[in-house]
């Protein structure tokens, strides 16, 4: 059975946080993986070049070779042995991975918070305060988004969680409720 370019991430996502956790570089390594990060975002198919038929395995490794010059040991083994199984399209499922078991380690938790309103700060921080406690949480990164249409309250989504407090789901319930009974 074919694994799937997430799983794949997962793994080699787990395998490098493990490894860079014993050495103790777990953030400089969160740190270079956002950097080329940036740099496939620059080139979208960078990844899919460096595992491709499209050059030469010599072409690839010259390539492979400039990425690598500023990095670490550990990130051009890593990248190294990347090439050699033809992984590299699969880098940012891997960075996704890392950055997952990096907050998970750090007790840091990205919340995204729907709102029907514009929140202010000291809203936000009353919000932030309350995931930490619910979470047990050292760190919450708040993104906010405005949405008209749940009326009022919040949905926040928060570690593969959805916590929908908005009037708008309320009242489908209700509807729901009546409609049935």
Do not use: C, W
């Not at 777990?26 to 990844?47: C, F, K, N, R, S």
């Not at 690598?68 to 992984?87: G, H, K, P, V």
Request: glycine share 4%; proline share 1%.
């Amino acid at each position: 059975m074919k694994l799937s370019n997430i799983e794949i991430g997962r793994r080699y996502g787990k395998a490098l946080f493990e490894f860079a956790l014993e050495q103790k570089q777990e953030t400089a390594i969160l740190d270079e993986l956002h950097v080329l990060m940036e740099i496939y975002e620059q080139i979208p198919d960078l990844g899919e070049i460096l595992t491709d038929a499209r050059l030469r395995s010599v072409e690839k490794k010259q390539l492979l070779t400039k990425i690598t010059d500023s990095a670490s040991e550990i990130m051009t083994n890593f990248l190294q042995l990347l090439f050699e199984y033809r992984r590299l399209n699969v880098l940012p499922e891997i960075v996704t991975a890392y950055e997952q078991l990096y907050d998970e380690f750090t007790g840091t938790y990205n919340a995204h918070i729907i709102a029907a309103v514009e929140l202010n700060a000291e809203q936000l921080d009353s919000l932030r305060q309350a995931l930490k406690e619910r979470l047990n949480a050292q760190k919450i990164n708040l993104t906010t988004e405005v949405d008209k249409t749940i009326i009022g309250g919040l949905i926040v989504q928060v570690g593969g969680q959805i916590i929908d407090g908005s009037i708008a789901s309320r009242i489908k319930k209700l509807k729901r409720v009546l409609l049935n009974d």
